[in-house]
């Protein structure tokens, strides 16, 4: 998605909130003059007026970005995250790492211990087995 911001706008505050990298390039078209608000700030900013963080988590909520709804539905079809408030979905998925794989690559082997839980987002992942010496394709995600 693209934005113009204009005088009295704001980025950052999704890094800021969640503790995340960033989720958005910002460029200059032109001169600006741009206050900063550093992480400690912030956090002492907050623990004055924790209302303002509020807000800022609700206006974080209604951002329609494509990427963002995409991690908030995947996120909702998990049994283990029924029932828990779309702050906590929220904070859950800006704390996700992106990572890509190719073509061939291995995710993960029979008997390693599971420690993270797979969204795809794009591409086609196959799980297999191993029968009698074969290998057989159990899923094609």
Known sequence: MISLLRPGDHFGEISLLY????TAIVRSRNYNTIAKLSQAKFKNFVSDYPE??????L?????????KNFLLETIKRIPYFNGISIE????VIYCLKKRYYQR???L???????SS??????GQISLYTFFEGHEFELERL
């Open 52 to 57: 303002y963080e509020d807000q800022l988590k």
């Open 108 to 114: 993960f082997n029979v008997d390693d211990h599971a």
């Open 88 to 91: 906590a979905l929220h904070a």
């Open 104 to 106: 061939g690559e291995m």
């Open 19 to 22: 503790n995340c990298p960033r």
């Open 59 to 67: 206006s974080i909520q209604i951002y329609n970005d494509c990427q």
């Open 117 to 122: 839980v797979f969204l795809v987002q794009e």
